[in-house]
DNA sequence: CTCAAGGGAGAACGTTCGTTCTCCACTCTG
DNA sequence: CAGAGTGGAGAACGAACGTTCTCCCTTGAG
C-alpha cells in the first residue's frame, strides 16, 4: 500500500498500449517498447499482464468500452431521436479527423490476427453487436423501422473503412446523407425538418 | 528453355502465397510455409521473389486484378444497367459464401501493415480507388446521379468487413436491399420494375 | 566415363521478440 | 548500523523468421 497504487499502472501500461497497439499494429509492437513508453520494468509489466495475449486483450476490452461510452456520450448531447440516430454519424466525421486516426481497431486486429487468435475474432464481434444494439436502440426510439439498423451499420462500417484507406474523413458525410435519405423515406419520418 | 517455364513457377508460387497470406495475414506466413506450399526449392523463391516484400506486392496485385475482373465477368452476364448495378451485391454474397472468406485481403493487410508499409497503403488505395470507378462507370450507365456511386461503395464496403467479422453472408442482402431502395428513390429508376 | 553446371534440400546466420533470470541499489525494520 | 526484501535495469535464453550458403545429386556434353 506504500507502493504505486497496482491500479494506476495497469492505466499507464493500457494507455501506452493502446496507442503503440492502434498507431502501428499488433505485431509490429514488442513488449519491450511498451516498457519503455509506458516507463515500468518488465518485471512489472508482465506482473501486471502475464502475456503479450493478455495485454492485447485487455487493450481491446478497454478500447470498446471506451469508444462506446464516447459515441453514446456524444449522442447524448442531441435532443430529437432524429438527431440523435445522425449525430452517429457526425462523431464518426470527429473521430476520422482525430490525429493519428487510422481505421477501426478490431478490424484492424481482425485483420491481423483473426485467423489465428480466436480471442481477437470474438473481441471484434463483440464489438460489433454492441454497436449494433446501440443503433438498434437509436432506431427503435426513433420510431424507424428495424430493417433501418443494419443500413446504418453498414453505412457506418463502410465509412470506417473508406476513411481509413482514403486517409479522409469525408465518407462519414457521405454515410450522413445516406442516412438522411434513407431515414426522410421511411414513414415515421415525415415531418421532420 | 529446357527448364520449367518461369512464369508457370510464378503462378504456382502465388498461389501458394495468395492462399496462405490471405487465410493467415502476412505476418503469419513464413518464406518457408510458402517454399513448401508451392513446392519449389528456396533458392528458387528468392530468385523469382527477391524478398518477401516483393511476393507481398506481387500477391495483392495480382488478387486486385483478379478479384475486379470476377466482378466485371459476373456484372456482365446482366442485362439492364439497374440490374447490373444489383449484381454487384449478388457477386458479394457469392464471394461471401465462398469457403476461407476472410474479409477484404486489402483492408487486412492495411490493418496489419499499412502503419509500417507506404507500399500496402498505396496498394490498398488503388484497389478501392479502382473498384470506386468501376462503380461509378455502373451508376453513369444506368443514368443515375453521381452521388449514388459513393453510397453503393460505402454499402459495399461496410458489407464486406460485416460478413468478414460475423461470418455471415447476410451483410451482402441486406447492402442490396439498401442499394435498391436508394435506386428505386431515385429519378431514373422510376417505372423499373 | 569424366567433368562441369545447375538445381534442390535444408543447414546456417543474424536479427527480432516474448519471456525469464540475474544482479544491484534502495529502503524499511530492529 | 546490519540485514532482508522489494523493485528496477537490462542481460540472457529459446524460438521463429528472412535471407544466404553449402553440399550433393542429377544431367548433359565431349
Redesign the interface.
Known amino acids: 500500500m506504500a507502493t504505486v497504487d497496482i491500479e494506476t499502472l495497469r492505466t499507464q501500461v493500457l494507455d501506452a498500449a493502446e496507442s503503440l497497439f492502434y ?3 499488433l ?2 509492437v514488442g513488449m519491450d517498447a511498451i516498457r519503455s513508453a509506458a516507463g515500468v520494468s518488465l518485471k512489472r509489466l508482465y506482473q501486471l499482464f502475464p502475456s503479450k495475449e493478455d495485454l492485447v486483450e485487455a487493450y481491446l476490452s478497454r478500447r470498446d468500452a471506451r469508444w462506446r461510452e464516447e459515441l453514446a456520450r456524444y449522442v447524448d448531447g442531441h435532443g430529437s431521436p432524429r438527431e440523435r440516430l445522425l449525430a452517429v454519424f457526425d462523431w464518426l466525421h470527429q473521430w476520422f479527423s482525430e490525429e493519428g486516426f ?2 477501426c481497431a ?11 487468435s480466436p480471442g481477437i ?1 470474438q473481441a ?2 463483440a464489438h ?1 453487436e454492441a454497436f449494433h444494439s446501440y443503433l438498434a436502440g437509436l432506431v427503435a426510439a426513433a420510431g424507424e423501422p428495424a ?1 433501418l439498423t ?2 446504418l ?10 476513411a ?3 486517409g479522409s474523413p469525408e ?1 462519414a458525410r ?2 450522413r ?2 442516412a438522411e ?2 431515414l426522410s ?1 421511411s414513414p415515421a419520418a415525415t415531418g421532420a425538418r
Open positions: 498507431g502501428q499494429g505485431q509490429a487510422r481505421g478490431f478490424i484492424n486486429s481482425f485483420g491481423e490476427l483473426g485467423a489465428v475474432t471484434a464481434r460489433k430493417r443494419e443500413q451499420a453498414l453505412l457506418a462500417e463502410g465509412a470506417i473503412t473508406t481509413a484507406i482514403s465518407p457521405h454515410a446523407a445516406t435519405h434513407l423515406a
